[in-house]
């Protein structure tokens, strides 16, 4: 990590009285009328802020609800008293390396911000400050992840012509952030927001009983923004720990070969299908098992990539290049996932009719299991999927 980079940044310090030069600039928010701050209070054991709702986040934030939680810490939906808005705000639990890594991700946030002026591929930072030893990064309020869409659902598939709306727009984002030389490493459908949370209920399927109708969902819009960059790598950095979800981790990270620009792509293909079948196309949580999935679904792993494969990748093979499945599997459950899969051209034509071919051979080009035949972001954009039907 670039931890010798130097950082231009003006810190808020809270708690503590504004400097006569901020307070020159205003960038100390003012203190609303009986909105102080709530008593001190020590952090819970893993480091997480605790608070009530309904009470202040600094004299300017009211806290109103958790929208979330994670390894992080938690993101809280407040009321910013200064714009009249409604805000979210990640807590970041106050331990160091967690501290670390959200300064990196200010740093990111800055870099999207100033090169995208429209805020129209990537959440947008509205400030951040560091209040009670816990970085805090106020963010512009969205709708919901496309997973949480999915859930609440009981994930029923988007229709096509919504996917394809995702896909050119999570295409747009990334190649973004490519241009700027920066990999997100961490995309899933829980990283891609709706901008909005309304919806509309429309008849999915009739029921048993003629007179009994079954709803889904559908956003109301299909505007999405890309959040969560606290995983994001510059090009220029080591690229050999593992990154990802492991959903939505590509071979070459699985197999210790390193990575780029080309993991995100990878993950992009992987989120397409889920959001197409409502289901993670991977679903596993060991390697031997995602990597009998990925021959499963897309054939056979090049010879050349096993051969170079880390120490710690080739126990995973036998005889020197044959993946060791079904012998390696740790149960009969496990060697059942796998079977059950289908390729992906037979997946794909479950869900869609009229442009199967067009959608499976953009994910085919996503899904290469060599990083540097993948298509990249600008590549998968041109795509004929992408075209407007004549």
């Not at 307070?23 to 928010?29: F, K, P, S, V």
């Not at 690229?239 to 070459?252: C, D, F, G, L």
């Not at 079977?339 to 996503?366: A, C, I, P």
Request: charged residues 30%.
């Amino acid at each position: 990590m670039e931890s010798s980079r130097t950082r231009k940044r003006q810190r808020h310090a809270w708690d503590a009285a504004p400097s006569e030069r901020e307070a020159a600039r205003g960038e100390a928010a003012p203190v609303a009328r009986g909105a102080a701050s709530p008593p001190w209070r020590d952090d819970d054991r893993e480091g997480h802020y605790v608070f009530d709702l309904g009470e202040n986040l600094t004299p300017r934030y009211k806290i109103l609800s958790k929208i979330g939680e994670g390894t992080f810490g938690r993101v809280l939906e407040c009321w910013d008293r200064e714009t009249r808005d409604y805000v979210a705000i990640k807590v970041v639990r106050s331990i160091r390396k967690y501290r670390e890594a959200a300064m990196l991700e200010i740093d990111v946030l800055n870099l999207l911000g100033k090169n995208d002026r429209h805020g129209s591929r990537c959440v947008q930072l509205r400030r951040w400050f560091d209040y009670r030893n816990h970085i805090c990064i106020v963010f512009e309020k969205l709708g919901p992840s496309l997973y949480d869409f999915l859930k609440r659902n009981k994930y029923y598939p988007f229709p096509v012509e919504l996917v394809r709306e995702f896909g050119r727009q999570l295409l747009e984002s990334v190649a973004y952030m490519h241009e700027l030389r920066l990999i997100h490493t961490d995309l899933k459908p829980e990283n891609i927001l709706l901008v909005s949370s309304e919806y509309i209920k429309v008849p999915s399927s009739k029921r048993k009983s003629q007179d009994e109708v079954h709803f889904k969902c559908l956003p109301k819009s299909s505007a999405i923004k890309l959040i969560d960059f606290g995983s994001t790598a510059f090009d220029n950095q080591n690229h050999s720990s593992i990154v990802s979800t492991r959903h939505y981790r590509a071979p070459e990270i699985i197999l210790g070969l390193g990575w780029s620009y080309p993991c995100d792509m990878w993950s992009i293909g992987c989120i397409l299908v889920e959001l197409l079948s409502g289901e993670a196309l991977f679903q596993t949580h060991e390697n031997l098992e995602h990597l009998a999935m990925m021959e499963r679904v897309l054939g056979p792993i090049p010879e050349h990539m096993i051969r170079k494969a880390s120490s710690n990748a080739s126990k995973y093979f036998r005889r020197g290049t044959r993946l060791n499945w079904p012998e390696g599997a740790v149960s009969r459950e496990s060697i059942r996932a796998v079977k059950k899969l289908n390729r992906l051209k037979e997946f794909v034509s479950q869900y869609v009719d009229h442009s199967s071919t067009l959608l499976t051979d953009l994910l085919y080009g996503l899904l290469r299991f060599e990083p540097s035949e993948r298509l990249t972001a600008q590549e998968a954009l041109n795509h004929t999927f992408f075209k407007p039907a004549v």
